[in-house]
């Protein structure tokens, strides 16, 4: 049963009834038909679990077989110490254990494919800052979703200044030649040299 976004246990024989709270002072009551089948003290933290163990089945509690702390510190411990140390706090602060195994299998899960690294760095930021909200797999998923933008946002090439064309003097005892260009046949024929018209014909005189 949930209050104000914190989950109160109720005895499993009355999952999914509806029932009737009532809250004096610190303590809230569940009652089902006027008669109270539950009793606990109001928590202030939200998105937490209280819990009485006599609420919760026995193959509930027997779930070693399944998932367990040392199942999840195992796979932690193939992420990084930061994530170990995260899981651990995910279930110390259970007073039932296995009510944090859902938000641990989650966590890890945030480490498929090349995210490892990114998972490690975002608990170890987690748990190094001084005024924190508690580790869960919401401030997780949080978190790593900043580094990837940060991660995005960083520039990755740098733009090379524009090539510049620097002119080259000719070599001592050569004429520059950069500027000049071809010109056309005229300008090759045989009265070029001398200045005269070109005729298109040679007298006798001219070829001996």
């Not at 510049?164 to 000719?170: G, Q």
Request: charged residues 20%; aromatic residues 4%; positive net charge.
């Amino acid at each position: 049963m949930e209050i104000a976004t914190v989950k109160y246990s109720v005895p499993h024989t009355f999952v999914g009834q509806h029932v009737d709270v009532k809250i004096t002072g610190q303590t809230l009551t569940i009652m089902r038909g006027g008669e109270v089948i539950a009793s606990h003290t109001v928590c202030g933290r939200r998105h937490s679990f209280v819990t009485d163990p006599d609420h919760v089945p026995a193959q509930h509690l027997q779930s070693a077989d399944l998932w367990s702390r040392a199942y999840f510190v195992r796979q932690a411990h193939k992420v990084g110490p930061n994530t170990v140390a995260a899981i651990g706090e995910v279930l110390d602060r259970q007073r039932i254990e296995a009510q944090g195994y859902r938000s641990c299998q989650n966590i890890l899960a945030l480490a498929r494919g090349e995210n490892k690294q990114l998972l490690e760095r975002a608990c170890g930021q987690l748990i190094s800052e001084t005024s924190r909200r508690a580790i869960s797999y919401t401030a997780v998923k949080q978190h790593l979703a900043v580094l990837r933008a940060q991660a995005a946002a960083r520039p990755t090439t740098t733009t090379a200044a524009p090539a510049t064309t620097i002119p080259l003097e000719p070599p001592p005892g050569r004429r520059d030649t950069t500027g000049a260009h071809l010109a056309g046949p005229e300008q090759f024929s045989l009265a070029a040299p001398t200045g005269r018209p070109s005729t298109g014909t040679a007298s006798r005189e001219e070829l001996q």
